[in-house]
């Protein structure tokens, strides 16, 4: 089991460039996240999927969309990047952990990303 | 805006030193989990809790929910360097998909 994956693990990009943030989990959870988080913010929810099919927006969804390709893969694209979407950005799933009878959430390693 | 708050934000204790790491709110969570975060990777998650009153141990670790599930407690027993790292804790209601986030508490254990 690899749990969640996310690529790539950094990435720079020019004002006004392109990309999308690439999210996989392998444990059969239902909901799939997107969250943000900068020094001295804590993490902030950019989009969240409850389950395939639907996403829904999250705190800080401005600049970002988000599809979910299937029940294990789930996408964050910014269209044109701003110096102000320099941040960690994280992937989660969340599903009932093993022997557990309620939901818990489990995160990815990351991806670093730098806007110029 | 629901709002989770941890205290306290930054704490740097020497090894074998005992202490702990609140996380209030106002309103009721159905479950609150914990997580260890260390630099450059994502946060691990330590424990859920999910009954109101319940204790939770992990080795050194010990996780309180409180009675009326809206707040939570983190109590580390002689504290040692590996346990150094960001401490969050997060709070899901009853309904919702979303968890609520609390900002953190930074520890720090000098060897």
């Known amino acids: 089991n690899a749990g969640v994956t996310q690529t790539p693990k950094f990435q720079v990009l020019k004002t006004g460039q392109s990309m999308t943030l690439q999210c996989a989990q392998d444990m059969n959870h239902n909901s799939m996240y997107w969250y943000r988080q900068d020094p001295g913010m804590g993490l902030r929810l950019i989009y969240y999927?409850?389950?395939?099919?639907?996403?829904d927006k999250g705190e800080v969804p401005n600049g970002y969309n988000v599809s979910r390709l299937n029940k294990r893969e789930f996408s964050l694209r910014l269209e044109s990047a701003a110096p102000s979407q320099t941040s960690v950005y994280f992937c989660?799933?969340?599903?009932?952990?093993?022997?557990?009878?309620?939901?818990?959430?489990?995160f990815g390693p990351g991806t670093r990303l730098t806007v110029l | 805006t629901q709002l989770l708050e941890q205290s306290p934000q930054f704490l740097s204790i020497q090894e074998g030193e005992n202490l702990t790491v609140y996380c209030n709110s106002s309103?009721?969570?159905?479950?609150l989990q914990w997580y260890r975060q260390e630099p450059g990777e994502g946060p691990v998650l330590l424990v859920t809790v999910v009954t109101g009153g319940e204790v939770k141990k992990l080795k050194r670790l010990t996780f309180q929910f409180g009675d009326a599930r809206k707040d939570s407690s983190l109590h580390i027993t002689a504290a040692q360097p590996g346990d150094t790292g960001l401490y969050l804790c997060?709070?899901?209601?009853?309904?919702?998909?979303?968890?609520?986030f609390g900002t953190g508490t930074r520890l720090k254990v000098l060897a």
């Open positions: 999927s409850a389950s395939e099919g639907t996403t």
């Open positions: 997060a709070g899901l209601h009853s309904g919702t998909y979303k968890y609520i």
């Open positions: 309103s009721v969570f159905s479950s």
């Open positions: 989660a799933s969340t599903g009932q952990g093993p022997g557990a009878g309620y939901n818990e959430q489990f």
